[in-house]
């Protein structure tokens, strides 16, 4: 059975850097079969994606957040990670990691039809932005 | 601001029907596949729905999704209370290349 499990402090102080690791269980990361990806949910509020990863060298971020995010992934520890820099208040949210099945089933001459979806989520870390 | 429009709420009767309904465009859910998450109080989403119809596995034949052009639809039948939860639908964007969800249904058991 696959199972996540986000780790990481639950307070950071503005301007500062929030890190998050999610540990993985019941399935190997460099396997190359799924994208794992950092989804967040605000207080109150909808799902965010923020990003995922395959391999080092097949990463991919929301658009809105690219500029401040870092994720990465250590094989050896069948572990994955999120660097959120410069955050603020607004970046205050519960913090999931998700096992990620995403691949273009088929393309034409103009466009590729993907499918993603998060089969397994871990149990969220709520992390705060406040001094 | 959600890149997917869903109703905030929806209710009905226990052992009544609901539907919920997600829209978008033709960058988003007019190309890619559509999948829904049920989401309970104080819990991690899970996963109903994937490739617009296909329930995941252990899911009841209670849920089904659809999707026709631009817009999906998630259908709870049987209505029970353990169904009270928030439902979201999610898509991949081809022009934010982005994962993007809706901004969540409450379904109420009345």
Do not use: M
């Amino acid at each position: 059975q696959v199972q996540l499990q986000e780790s990481g402090p639950g307070l950071v102080k503005p301007s500062q850097t929030l890190s998050l690791t999610c540990t993985v269980s019941g399935d190997s990361i460099s396997s190359g079969s799924y994208y794992w990806s950092w989804i967040r949910q605000p207080a109150g509020g909808g799902l965010q994606w923020i990003g995922h990863i395959q391999t080092s060298e097949s990463v991919n971020y929301n658009p809105f957040l690219k500029s401040r995010v870092t994720i990465s992934s250590d094989t050896s520890k069948n572990q994955f990670s999120l660097r959120l820099s410069s955050v603020t208040a607004a970046d205050t949210a519960v913090y999931y990691c998700a096992r990620d099945s995403f691949w273009s089933k088929y393309c034409n001459t103009t466009s590729c039809y993907n499918t993603e979806y998060f089969q397994y989520w871990g149990q969220g870390t709520l992390v705060s932005v406040s001094s | 601001q959600s890149v997917l429009t869903q109703p905030p709420s929806v209710s009905a009767a226990p052992g009544q029907k609901v539907t919920i309904s997600c829209s978008g465009s033709s960058s988003n859910i007019g190309t890619n596949y559509v999948s829904w998450y049920q989401q309970l109080p104080r819990t991690a989403p899970k996963l109903l729905i994937y490739d617009n119809d296909k329930r995941f596995s252990g899911i009841p034949d209670r849920f089904s999704g659809s999707k026709s052009g631009s817009s999906a639809t998630l259908g709870i039948t049987g209505l029970q209370t353990g169904d009270e939860a928030d439902y979201y639908c999610g898509t991949w964007d081809s022009s934010l290349s982005a994962a993007v969800f809706g901004g969540g249904t409450k379904v109420t058991v009345l």
